[in-house]
Each structure stands twice: as C-alpha cells, then as structure tokens.
C-alpha cells in the first residue's frame, strides 16, 4: 500500500460451504420448481359410539412421511449458490471502496507518521500517540479491538473513537493498521507488516500460514500460560535435548543438515541473479577463449581442400555459404522426395508383413485360431498403413516410382536412420527445460509433478528409441549381406548413441545425399565453421553487454541525482524547489507544515535503495565495463560513477564513526561532479529508517 513491490495474482477465494438440503428445498418450493408435501390427513373412526365404547388400542397403519429430495445440481440448488456468490461478491465490492475511500487520507497519515517517529523506532511509537480532538464528551465512544505485534498480542483493549477522525486513521496514530476500514475489530502493528512485507518479497509463504504461526508464537510466549513448574520443566526439557543433540554431533558428524532445502534454493537463485551480468561476461571470455584456441591449431594445418593451403577463417565462412545454399536449392528439393520415398516404401514393408502374418495364421491349422477381435484389430490396422500408403504416394507424385531391390534397400535404410536422428533430438528437447532450469541464472520452476511428468515423456520416447534403432541396425545388417560390395553407414548402438554430440560423424548424411563437399564430409571444415560460429557470437555477446553496463550505470547515477537533489531541496528553505511532489494529490490530507516531511519519507527511501543498489553492483559492472569496447561518453560516466561511490562510502563511514542514526542537516556546500552545485548534508543516514 505504501510502496511499490512486486505485483501477485489475487488469491481465489475460498469456496463458500454447501448449502444444507432443507435450504435449497424450501428455496425450490418458494420458487414453484418443486411442490410443497401436504402432511398426511388423520383416520376417521366408523362411529363415535364404536369409539366410546371400545377401550382398546386401535390399531392405525402407519403412513410414511415423505419429503421431496433436491438434487445437488437442480435448479434451486444453482440458484441459491448463485444469490450466495453475488451476495459475497458484493460485500467484497463495499469493502473495497470504503479502503479506496480512505487510501490517500491513509496514504498521507502513514508517511507523515513515518517522519515524526522515525520509521516506528521512537519508544512512544504505539498506543501512545493519540489524537486530540476537540469533539464533545458524548461524541466519544469506546470499542475493544485486538491489537496483533510481532511480540505480544493485546485481546479487547478498549480505543476511544469520535466522528470527527475515521478510525482507521485513530488507530494508525496509535501504531496499528486496522483489519477493515469500518468499525475495526482487530490491528496489526506497522512493524508487524513491514516484517511481512519484506518476507514476502523474499520467500513464497501465504498469508494465512504466515498469521498462523504468528498467533501460535505469540500464545505460547503469553506469561499466563507459564507456571513455574512448566518453566522448570521446559528448561529441563531443552537441556536434555542440547544434550542429545551434543552427543549425536560427536558420533555422526556428517549426518547432520547444514541448510534447509528450501533455504538452500531460494539462496542459490538469488545469488546466481547478483551475479547474472558478470556470469554472462565470463562465459562469453571463455567461450571466445576457447574458440580462438581451436581456430588457431585449424589455421596450421594443411587443407585437404585448398593443396599447399592451410585453413583460414574466409574459407570457414564460405563452406557455411555454400551449406545453406545447398539446403535452399533443387538438389535439396529432390532428396527430401527421395526421403519421402524411403518412408513409403518402409510403410509399405510394414503393410506387406502385416498381410504375412495374418496368412500364415489363417492357413497355419496347427497355431491357434484368431479371434474375430483379432482379425477386426488386424484389419483395421492394415486399413489404417494403406491409407498412409495412399497419403505417401499423393505427395510423391505417383505410385509407380521405377526403382529396384538395391535401390529400395538403400532408401529404407536412409529412412531409418533418418528416424533415428528426429526421435533423439525429440529426447533432447524433452530434456531442455530441466537442463536449462540447472543453468546459471536460471531456478527450476518445474516442481515435483512436472519433473515427473519430464521423466515420464522421456521414458517413452526412450522406449520408441530403442525400437527405431534396432530396426535401423537390421536393416543395415540386411543390406550388407544382400550388397556387400556398397558402402555402408556407421553403426552404433543406443548405449552409444545417448552419449554422442550433434556434431559426431554418425549424424553425416552425405553417404546418401551423394554430397562431398568439405562442409559435409571434412570434420576438421566442420569443427571450423562450427568454432568460427562460437567466436562471432561471443564477440557479439561481450559488445551486447557492454551496452548494457553503460546503460545499468546512467540509469543508476541519473537516478541517484535526481533523488538526492529532491531530497535536498525539500530540506532547504526555498518553498518554490519542491513544490511538484509537495503539491501531489495524496499529500493535500496533510496540513503544510507537515507535507515537506511526509514526502521526504518517499524520497528518502528511493535514495537508500539506489544507494543499495549502487554498492551491489559495483564489481561487477566495473568489470564489465573495463573490459568490453569503449564508447563515447565512458569518461564522464565513469567520473560521476566514482564520485557518487565515494559519496556513498564517506556516508557510511560517518555513520559507522558517530555510531547513532544520523539524520540530513543543512548549512554546508560541497560540490559533487554533477557539473552543478548542490547542498552537501553534514551526514546522511542510508538505514531505511525514516
């Protein structure tokens, strides 16, 4: 409310408890959706002689009661939830404008009262600052409410409220906000929150669980609940436990947790995001260090390519021209319709050992008859490849494509490995979001059941793996023993195969494209043109970043000056200085004596906190920007960065020196290399206090 922070998703509110069934159906039969149950009428007697007479019981059949069930979800039952949810979210609705009504009288009070106590620090900061009003005696009236601290919890303490100040407002001079905007019946303290405040922003904790523990905290610290017999008993209690655990320490030492799980995590993020700039920074050096190294041992050695030439960065460069025209042109057209064929004709093998299987079932009388579930199963699957035949051959062109065994065999086997390669980069894609969340910089927001989910995804494209790669292997083997003579691909198996790079030999088509230029049968053409890739991008990461220095450092000391030259304008006496923020909207509440103190409570906070920020990013962006490509402008830049840090340490120097909370004074002139003169503070406190 008085701060800018991070912005959360509301909660859902919580579901309303069911209506009970004899509410829904007298709201039904209200309604005229069901009928009202007329109660049974009274047996008549066939005299009333007989009934004088006769001192017997008589016996009367007993006429059940019924009563018309409702069901969940008819009608009257949506209706009534309906009416429910509308009347709650109108009460929300009330609630809420009434909070709108007083946010910038609130505003104002708790800025204002921020400054006269010292962010909450003086002794008399709670329940002792009342308002002194100038109502009548009967206007006063009284009315308990629970007052929750972060160290005690004061139940049916008695306020005395008037008209003439809302109460929300009474109860914020008292150190309090209250817990709704009227008639509170319980306040929470103002260090209560800021403490919740900051743990929210640093930890994920719902607010319920948060109050939770609050309240069960501050039971147990109650004095009333502690006898002298439980104090001793208590402190036995924990003796004993110090005890043991001293003793455990010794026999197991490495048994014990250092940092909770959670704890662990959380810090491990935070850190990596400290350090996110100067990370990136060091990964592109060492990237571009070892690309350079490589390149250098390449640019010795002779190509095979270029007789009496060695490697060079020109021929690199122009093997990866001539790879990406290869892919855009005709020849690259044709041998994805060559491809397109293999899968034809490997969907047609499928087709033709389906029909096999099926016959020898049939003719075969000594295996067991199929079931008709079977033969439906059977045949629908072989329905099911001739209509992806049918689809096939449409995008070939024809079905009547001339081409022999040998032929038919080398396209099988190119499809087959070509099947490989598609399902282990649809493993590694998988795997990307759990690789990437390990990465520096980077939490892993997956959770247990999307890890579970992950591993889940990868096991079945492990399984289909597994398939494909034995099917390529056996066609390998096939065509080797039908055409030894032919050149075949390498072999491997999938142990092997999860264990390669995406620039292993295995991965070279050329067997089949009938490719050989360097870039696709040379590896050393390929390992330059990959490293020559590595060196242009982490150049162009380290220009990148520093761009983003230079910019994270002006935005940081035109920041810093515009504060500080806010801030000591409203402590000077010149009125005309300060007036946009002191003329702002939510400050008009506030009589003006008090609006100058109120608004330097804003100011002040946003100078400490791009202080803050100054400090924790000065190693690394220093860093950063020494060593990257200069640019116009770096000398001032650095200069006024410089200063404002010197300005920074002396601040802290003097509060360390005089060792009490110093406050912002007047009276003397200092220059700080803002090209302009400003009023120096004799001290300046950067402890968010006030």
Known sequence: MFGQRQTRQRRKSPTPPPMTRDEALRISQGLGLLERSQPPAPLLSETDDDADNNNEWEDIPEVPCTHEEIRPDSPGDQYAKHQRSLRHAEARARNQSKWMALEAQLTATYL?????????????????????????????????????????????????FCDCVPD???????????????????????RLLQFQHHLWNHTSISISGFIDALMSFLDVQCPSRLTPQQIKGNYKKNTDAQAKDIKLRELYPDKFIGVLYDIGCHLGAHIAKRLWLQN????????????????????????????????????????????????????????????????????????????????EIVLDRSLP????????????????????????????????????????????????????GLRFIAICEEKRPLQQSRSDG???????????????????????????????????????????????PEDIEYTELLHIKADHPFWNDSLFTKIDAPWAVDPKTRLGMQQIAYADRAKEELRRLGWEARRAMRWATTTHHRNLTTLLALQS??????????????????????RRSAAAVVIKNAFVKITNTQLLWHEGLLEVFSRTQSQTGDEELKRTWDSQLDHISKLHEEEFREGERLQIQNGVKFKVKFNAEVTKPKSMSIIPRS
């Open 369 to 420: 008859v199929i079931t008709a579930e079977q033969s439906i199963v059977r045949l629908r699957t072989t329905a099911e490849l001739q209509e992806k035949i049918e689809k096939q051959v449409a995008r070939v062109g024809t079905a009547n494509v001339p081409v022999d065994d040998e032929e038919e065999a080398f396209l099988k086997l190119w499809y087959s490995k070509h099947e490989v």
């Open 442 to 488: 980077h939490s892993s927001n997956l959770g247990h059941k999307g890890q579970t989910n992950l591993l889940l995804a990868v096991r079945r494209h492990t399984v289909q793996l597994m398939k494909i790669v034995d099917t390529y292997r056996t066609r390998r083997a096939e065509y080797h023993a039908e055409y030894p003579h032919r050149q075949l």
């Open 280 to 359: 990136r920074y060091q990964n592109a050096v060492k990237v571009l260090s070892e690309a350079q190294s490589a390149l250098t041992i390449l640019y010795g050695t002779t190509n095979p390519a270029a007789p009496g030439q060695n490697y060079s960065a020109e021929f690199f460069r122009g093997q990866w021209t001539l790879e990406r025209e290869a892919y855009s042109s005709k020849e690259a057209i044709l041998q994805r319709q060559k491809l397109e064929l293999g899968r034809l004709l490997s969907l047609k093998e499928e087709l033709d050992t389906a029909w096999t299987m099926l016959t």
């Open 573 to 594: 006496d010149e009125p005309d200085l300060a007036l946009p923020i002191v003329s702002h909207q939510t400050l008009s509440h506030l009589p003006p004596q008090f």
């Open 112 to 160: 204002h009262l921020q400054s006269f106590t010292q962010n909450w620090t003086k002794q008399n900061s709670y329940l002792t600052n009342e308002i002194k009003c100038q109502c009548p005696p009967e206007k006063f009236r009284r009315r308990c409410v629970d007052f929750v601290d972060i160290l005690s919890h004061a139940r049916k303490r008695r306020v005395t």
């Open 168 to 190: 929300v407002i009474r109860l914020l001079h008292l150190g309090y906000i209250a817990g709704s905007p009227h008639f509170p019946r319980t306040a929470f303290s103002i």
